[in-house]
Each structure stands twice: as structure tokens, then as C-alpha cells.
Nanobody, 124 residues
Framework: VQLQASGGGLVQAGGSLRLSCTASGRPFSNVVMGWFRQAAGREREFVAATSRSGGTTVYADSVKGRFTISRDNGKNTVHLQMNSLKPEDAAVHFC??????????????????WGQGTLVTVSS
């Protein structure tokens, strides 16, 4: 699976951004999709994941209620809508795909394919 993330940018605290990730190379509906992020000097951390159908989602506590993950299997795309952004949300955000069907999937080791990352900067 090849993953291409986009949509990052600079936003003021309290603002919104929508990240997108387009997949190719494998039937998209056969993989669990997730978003992770990595801030400077910190380890990569889980943000959100969605099941193959999109019917089940899971979020990190730090983003619950502010971020929404969704997928469009017809367009091989997964989105991360980020609202009420905080300076601590600033990071390179990565999309990832997992061949493991059972949810939830929140560990880096659960995911087999990774996109290149898109930078989110939040000014205070």
C-alpha cells in the first residue's frame, strides 16, 4: 500500500485543519487506517484509527471530541478533521494502514504501511 498524506499547514490556536491520505496498491477497504503524529523531540504517538468499513473509530484521549477520522472507500481516502487545535497538536502527522482487521489498533507496531507525513503548525 502506498500512502500520500496532505492538508497540513499553519493555523492559529482554536482553528481547524483537515488532513487527507490517499492510498493505492491494495484494496483500500481491506485495511484499517490510522493517523499518528510526531512532535519535535518526541516519539510518534497514536491519534486515531478507523475500521475497514469506517463503522468503528478510536481516538487518543488528547484529541477525543476535537478530531474526527473518516474514510471514503470509494475514493481510497481517509481524512482527519481537526478542530479546536492547540499548540500541543503541532507535529508531523502520518497516515498508516494496518492489515490486522480487529479493532482497536492503536500501536505503531499494528500498522504495516506509512505515508510520508504532513506538518501541522499551531500558533498560540
Amino acid at each position: 500500500v502506498q500512502l500520500q498524506a496532505s492538508g497540513g499547514g499553519l493555523v492559529q490556536a482554536g482553528g481547524s485543519l483537515r488532513l487527507s491520505c490517499t492510498a493505492s496498491g491494495r484494496p483500500f477497504s481491506n485495511v484499517v487506517m490510522g493517523w499518528f503524529r510526531q512532535a519535535a523531540g518526541r516519539e510518534r504517538e497514536f491519534v486515531a484509527a478507523t475500521s475497514r468499513s469506517g463503522g468503528t473509530t478510536v481516538y487518543a484521549d488528547s484529541v477525543k471530541g476535537r478530531f474526527t477520522i473518516s474514510r471514503d472507500n470509494g475514493k481510497n481516502t481517509v481524512h482527519l478533521q481537526m478542530n479546536s487545535l492547540k499548540p500541543e497538536d503541532a507535529a508531523v502527522h502520518f497516515c498508516a494502514a494496518s492489515q490486522r482487521f480487529v479493532m482497536p489498533r492503536t500501536s505503531l507496531n499494528d500498522f504495516d504501511y506509512w505515508g510520508q507525513g504532513t506538518l501541522v503548525t499551531v500558533s498560540s
